[in-house]
């Protein structure tokens, strides 16, 4: 879950384009909403298969995906966004609940270049994402 209280919309910028992968319903929504009060076009996947295939048409300029998803986890819908050409240097931030050091480094071994644990807060995850975005 995403805590955003107190925190001013509207970027004046370019729209930057970001995916968020995440199975839950609740959190998907309240991210993506947060997001684009901020001014960020914003494209959803309930899961990592969907996500690789958003990709083929959406050019997202960084992922925010969750680890635990059915159909195709997020460790290996990683990997499969890194080894195409296409998206192998968008970056990825894990959005999860995993936070045993054994998880965090399987995700920077994937490819991850950022983790958060839930829950986070507007405040916690906003200057990771402004560190990949223009």
Do not use: H, Q
């Not at 690789?52 to 990683?78: F, N, R």
Request: aromatic content about 8%; overall charge negative; charged content about 35%.
């Amino acid at each position: 879950m995403i805590e955003t209280a107190g925190l001013r919309p509207a970027r004046e910028d370019k729209m930057s384009k970001i995916l968020i992968v995440e199975d839950d319903p609740d959190s998907r929504e309240i991210l993506g909403e947060r997001l684009r009060a901020y001014g960020f076009d914003v494209e959803e996947a309930v899961n990592g298969w969907e996500a690789v295939e958003k990709l083929k048409k959406y050019k997202a300029d960084l992922i925010i995906m969750d680890i635990m998803m059915p159909k195709l986890d997020g460790y290996t819908a990683c990997k499969i966004i890194r080894d195409d050409s296409k998206t192998a240097k968008v970056p990825i931030i894990f959005l999860t609940a995993k936070e045993l050091i054994g998880e965090i480094e399987k995700a920077f071994v994937c490819g991850a270049d950022d983790y958060v644990i839930k829950p986070v807060t507007w405040e916690r995850l906003l200057p990771k994402i402004k560190k990949f975005l223009p």
